[in-house]
């Protein structure tokens, strides 16, 4: 075994080297952190000769984990890492919850519900309610009960918290806790858990049960926990009784990486973990592998101007690189435009691969612009975020059979095939079923059981036997066949595939190619080696493969050696590195967004969001915002966003981004943005020749992305006493005062109703349209 301790700088070497007691790593963007963590487990296990199945280490994509135990294999040189508990919080509590489902009332078999899955019962639940859709609709309803979750609130908890009751009653949904309640009874008579429930349940499971918590303490003798800061309640306090009896605890994470609060994880886990434990190892990972020197100093001015976070300064050994580039564009389409032509011009100039390419943006909407760009230009691409493959229609068809097999109480997956394909057993026949099910207090698969006591008419009850005997015949199977013996007979008797088959056009054909592709992930299920612990040895049962897919994330599915470009929210970035970056979008309202600057903890995290954004590049870095962009239907005039001021002056090159934006950066340096940018010629311009970009024809004109800069704001000082009036009955002719630009004159009134826009002849700084959802006017006259 080589000596794994002489890969490691100093501070890397002192957290692997402790041992016993609470430690926490801040490990800054690009500093190793993988590696630190992987080589601690490998010191555990190597030099001090723990028991691999003593050792818990929980992170955030099943990704993470395989490459972690990957890593921890090659180190140690053996398969002794097969043993280790690494996986996402979601798949090792899942693990546990099977195996101590008794406890809480589930069986061991219980199907864990997808998103759509979930919404699709408090779809029926609302149904059954009878409450207005206006209010009550299923994602919004999801959320709230997620994030009750999140927070270990159940459904008595809720009802009878009067401030959430408040909120919810302010909000014209005050049966939001009874939606809970009900939901939560369908998912346990389906013998169902969601994802939140996972953790939720996982919880109850260890506070309730003195048995099982004292059982998992003295397992997990070492607990390792990635991406701490991205933790939320529920997370924590997991974590704090399973880590009660040994406190052998290590959390690594970047609070300046927090930036999912939205998912209820909270920033707070991990700047008072000092305050958790008595006698905390502190150790900062401070040297940044991935990124240029430029890219660095960037990030590092702009994290610096956060208040809350734990103080650390990221460097580098690496070299200068080029200075990041700050793009104007006059709309969002010449946006994609320029980027589209950028990348092309790198792959041809610099030889760099689709794959080494990645544009990030605040929201999804945004992709559209760059989509169009990069097909115009035949440029390959991949979205993240987009429709997974366990997501198509096809691909959960053939999976709800699976998981009725596994699970016949699961009503969700039963509603969804019955009568596919076509079997006799329609909506009025199901209707009747799901009416019986609620009357009787039983499930749906116990009235189907027991059809004929319902007063079917023959056919249908014929058809319904038929379909019970089929399910029942496949259970049998259930412990004698592996998932894909079992699967392939699925797909053979119920007739699925065969419909498929039979579909020869190209979307037929592309859908048979999803079902075959589903086969062989299941083959390559049952010839992979499993965990071999609790009787878990060999374990190729179908109940295995399915709780795997379901807690597969979106870099899960990735295909790293696809050589395509990637585009993605900043959210979805985290984690990731490239080559290239483009960072688009930087506007105020967009980035930061609009919804997130209302006090200072959420403009933090905008700005941890665009921290990450920039330290996803390893070699080149681009900025890009447009003076106009469509959203919501409305042609949006823009300001640039207030990042761009707090950026250091000397590491940008702001020759595409014209002059008289702003004179000073927020940092204090000097931000000459002035003067003769686009001239063809002439001191501090940029030529823009053929020479110069080869995928440009010779043109007298600029090019379209290349734009004059608007006039600087002239200053103003607001009115000693200014207090921002109620704008939503705004009518022309009306005299108002705006903090930035002044005094000025209504001329015109647009836009949506929902989002209206003001358009203001100011005294001193011209026509301007003023977006009355986020700007601050006092009505004069």
Same mark, same amino acid.
């Given at each position: 075994?080589?000596?794994?301790?002489?890969?490691?700088?100093?501070?890397?070497?002192?957290?692997?080297?402790?041992?016993?007691?609470?430690?926490?790593?801040?490990?800054?963007?690009?500093?190793?952190?993988?590696?630190?963590?992987?080589?601690?487990?490998?010191?555990?296990?190597?030099?001090?000769?723990?028991?691999?199945?003593?050792?818990?280490?929980?992170?955030?994509?099943?990704?993470?984990?395989?490459?972690?135990?990957?890593?921890?294999?090659?180190?140690?040189?053996?398969?002794?890492?097969?043993?280790?508990?690494?996986?996402?919080?979601?798949?090792?509590?899942?693990?546990?919850?099977?195996?101590?489902?008794?406890?809480?009332?589930?069986?061991?078999?219980?199907?864990?519900?997808?998103? %759509? *899955? @979930?919404? !699709?019962?408090?779809?029926?639940?609302? +149904?059954?309610? #009878?409450?207005?859709?206006?209010?009550? $609709?299923?994602?919004?309803?999801?959320?709230?009960?997620?994030?009750?979750?999140?927070?270990?609130?159940?459904?008595?908890?809720?009802?009878?918290?009067?401030?959430?009751?408040?909120?919810?009653?302010?909000?014209?949904?005050?049966?939001?806790?009874?939606?809970?309640?009900?939901?939560?009874?369908?998912?346990?008579?389906?013998?169902?858990?969601?994802?939140?429930?996972?953790?939720?349940?996982?919880?109850?499971?260890?506070?309730?049960?003195?048995?099982?918590?004292?059982?998992?303490?003295?397992?997990?003798?070492?607990?390792?926990?990635?991406?701490?800061?991205?933790?939320?309640?529920?997370?924590?306090?997991?974590?704090?009784?399973?880590?009660?009896?040994?406190?052998?605890?290590?959390?690594?994470? %970047? *609070? @300046?990486? !927090?930036?999912?609060?939205?998912?209820? +994880?909270?920033? #707070?886990?991990?700047?008072?973990?000092? $305050?958790?434990?008595?006698?905390?190892?502190?150790?900062?990972?401070?040297?940044?592998?991935?990124?240029?020197?430029?890219?660095?100093?960037?990030?590092?001015?702009?994290?610096?101007?956060?208040?809350?976070?734990?103080?650390?300064?990221?460097?580098?050994?690496?070299?200068?690189?080029?200075?990041?580039?700050?793009?104007?564009?006059?709309?969002?389409?010449?946006?994609?435009?320029?980027?589209?032509?950028?990348?092309?011009?790198?792959?041809?100039?610099?030889?760099?691969?689709?794959?080494?390419?990645?544009?990030?943006?605040?929201?999804?909407?945004?992709?559209?612009?760059?989509?169009?760009?990069?097909?115009?230009?035949?440029?390959?691409?991949?979205?993240?975020?987009?429709?997974?493959?366990?997501?198509?229609?096809?691909?959960?068809?053939?999976?709800?059979?699976?998981?009725?097999?596994?699970?016949?109480?699961?009503?969700?997956?039963?509603?969804?095939?019955?009568?596919?394909?076509?079997?006799?057993?329609?909506?009025?026949?199901?209707?009747?079923?799901?009416?019986?099910?609620?009357?009787?207090?039983?499930?749906?698969?116990?009235?189907?059981?027991?059809?004929?006591?319902?007063?079917?008419?023959?056919?249908?009850?014929?058809?319904?036997?038929?379909?019970?005997?089929?399910?029942?015949?496949?259970?049998?199977?259930?412990?004698?066949?592996?998932?894909?013996?079992?699967?392939?007979?699925?797909?053979?008797?119920?007739?699925?595939?065969?419909?498929?088959?039979?579909?020869?056009?190209?979307?037929?054909?592309?859908?048979?190619?999803?079902?075959?592709?589903?086969?062989?992930?299941?083959?390559?299920?049952?010839?992979?080696?499993?965990?071999?612990?609790?009787?878990?040895?060999?374990?190729?049962?179908?109940?295995?493969?399915?709780?795997?897919?379901?807690?597969?994330?979106?870099?899960?599915?990735?295909?790293?050696?696809?050589?395509?470009?990637?585009?993605?929210?900043?959210?979805?970035?985290?984690?990731?590195?490239?080559?290239?970056?483009?960072?688009?979008?930087?506007?105020?309202?967009?980035?930061?967004?609009?919804?997130?600057?209302?006090?200072?903890?959420?403009?933090?995290?905008?700005?941890?969001?665009?921290?990450?954004?920039?330290?996803?590049?390893?070699?080149?870095?681009?900025?890009?915002?447009?003076?106009?962009?469509?959203?919501?239907?409305?042609?949006?005039?823009?300001?640039?966003?207030?990042?761009?001021?707090?950026?250091?002056?000397?590491?940008?090159?702001?020759?595409?981004?014209?002059?008289?934006?702003?004179?000073?950066?927020?940092?204090?340096?000097?931000?000459?943005?002035?003067?003769?940018?686009?001239?063809?010629?002439?001191?501090?311009?940029?030529?823009?020749?053929?020479?110069?970009?080869?995928?440009?024809?010779?043109?007298?004109?600029?090019?379209?992305?290349?734009?004059?800069?608007?006039?600087?704001?002239?200053?103003?000082?607001?009115?000693?006493?200014?207090?921002?009036?109620?704008?939503?009955?705004?009518?022309?002719?009306?005299?108002?005062?705006?903090?930035?630009?002044?005094?000025?004159?209504?001329?015109?009134?647009?836009?949506?109703?929902?989002?209206?826009?003001?358009?203001?002849?100011?005294?001193?700084?011209?026509?301007?349209?003023?977006?009355?959802?986020?700007?601050?006017?006092?009505?004069?006259?």
């Amino acid at each position: 075994m080589r000596n794994y301790l002489d890969e490691l700088n100093e501070p890397q070497r002192e957290a692997v080297l402790h041992k016993d007691g609470p430690i926490i790593i801040i490990a800054g963007a690009g500093s190793g952190k993988t590696k630190v963590l992987t080589t601690r487990i490998a010191h555990l296990m190597g030099a001090h000769g723990i028991d691999a199945f003593n050792i818990l280490a929980l992170t955030f994509t099943n990704k993470a984990a395989k490459e972690m135990k990957e890593r921890v294999e090659k180190v140690l040189g053996n398969s002794e890492a097969r043993n280790l508990y690494i996986g996402t919080f979601h798949s090792v509590f899942a693990r546990i919850l099977r195996a101590e489902a008794n406890k809480i009332g589930y069986p061991n078999n219980f199907t864990i519900y997808d998103t %759509d *899955d @979930a919404k !699709s019962v408090i779809k029926t639940v609302l +149904a059954e309610l #009878e409450l207005d859709p206006a209010y009550y $609709k299923p994602n919004t309803v999801y959320n709230r009960i997620s994030s009750a979750k999140n927070s270990l609130i159940g459904p008595a908890e809720y009802i009878n918290d009067p401030t959430i009751q408040q909120e919810d009653a302010r909000a014209n949904r005050p049966m939001i806790g009874q939606i809970y309640a009900a939901y939560a009874n369908r998912c346990f008579k389906n013998g169902a858990m969601d994802f939140d429930d996972l953790l939720f349940k996982m919880y109850i499971l260890l506070k309730n049960h003195p048995d099982a918590l004292s059982k998992y303490q003295r397992k997990f003798k070492y607990i390792m926990v990635d991406e701490y800061q991205d933790t939320n309640t529920s997370q924590y306090e997991i974590m704090k009784l399973l880590g009660a009896m040994h406190e052998n605890i290590c959390v690594v994470g %970047d *609070d @300046a990486q !927090s930036i999912y609060s939205f998912r209820g +994880a909270t920033i #707070e886990n991990i700047l008072q973990f000092e $305050k958790d434990y008595d006698d905390v190892k502190v150790v900062k990972l401070e040297q940044n592998y991935r990124s240029t020197k430029s890219i660095l100093s960037v990030a590092n001015e702009i994290i610096g101007n956060n208040k809350n976070q734990i103080p650390k300064k990221l460097w580098t050994d690496n070299t200068p690189g080029d200075k990041i580039k700050l793009v104007r564009t006059a709309t969002d389409n010449e946006e994609g435009k320029y980027v589209a032509d950028t990348i092309q011009e790198e792959k041809l100039r610099n030889h760099y691969f689709n794959k080494e390419f990645a544009i990030l943006y605040r929201t999804n909407a945004q992709s559209r612009a760059y989509e169009e760009s990069l097909r115009r230009m035949n440029i390959a691409y991949r979205i993240y975020g987009g429709l997974s493959f366990y997501q198509r229609k096809e691909v959960k068809d053939f999976i709800a059979y699976l998981r009725l097999v596994v699970n016949p109480q699961d009503e969700e997956a039963l509603k969804r095939i019955i009568n596919y394909p076509t079997r006799g057993i329609g909506k009025t026949s199901m209707d009747r079923a799901v009416l019986a099910a609620n009357e009787n207090n039983i499930t749906l698969w116990e009235v189907l059981t027991s059809a004929a006591t319902f007063g079917y008419k023959a056919g249908t009850l014929e058809a319904i036997n038929n379909f019970v005997l089929m399910i029942k015949m496949f259970q049998s199977e259930l412990q004698k066949k592996n998932a894909y013996d079992l699967a392939i007979i699925v797909g053979k008797s119920t007739g699925i595939v065969k419909e498929l088959f039979n579909d020869k056009t190209t979307e037929g054909l592309a859908r048979y190619e999803n079902t075959q592709e589903l086969l062989n992930s299941i083959k390559e299920f049952t010839e992979t080696p499993m965990n071999e612990e609790d009787g878990e040895v060999g374990d190729k049962s179908l109940g295995s493969y399915l709780q795997q897919i379901t807690l597969l994330t979106d870099t899960d599915n990735d295909k790293e050696d696809a050589d395509s470009v990637k585009l993605m929210t900043i959210h979805a970035a985290k984690g990731l590195e490239f080559s290239c970056v483009f960072v688009g979008g930087l506007e105020e309202t967009l980035f930061p967004n609009a919804m997130s600057i209302n006090t200072r903890e959420e403009l933090e995290e905008e700005r941890r969001l665009f921290y990450v954004a920039i330290t996803r590049a390893k070699k080149k870095l681009w900025l890009t915002y447009a003076n106009a962009r469509y959203r919501f239907g409305q042609l949006q005039q823009n300001e640039p966003s207030r990042f761009i001021d707090e950026m250091p002056g000397d590491f940008i090159d702001r020759s595409f981004a014209g002059g008289g934006i702003r004179n000073q950066g927020g940092n204090g340096h000097s931000n000459n943005w002035g003067g003769g940018a686009f001239d063809k010629t002439g001191a501090g311009g940029t030529s823009y020749k053929t020479a110069d970009n080869p995928f440009k024809k010779e043109e007298k004109s600029r090019p379209a992305y290349l734009i004059p800069a608007r006039p600087q704001a002239k200053e103003h000082t607001p009115t000693a006493d200014f207090a921002a009036s109620d704008t939503s009955n705004l009518q022309p002719g009306q005299k108002v005062e705006h903090q930035k630009f002044g005094f000025g004159d209504v001329i015109k009134m647009e836009g949506a109703a929902h989002n209206p826009i003001a358009t203001v002849q100011f005294e001193l700084n011209g026509e301007k349209k003023i977006m009355l959802n986020y700007a601050k006017l006092r009505i004069v006259e």
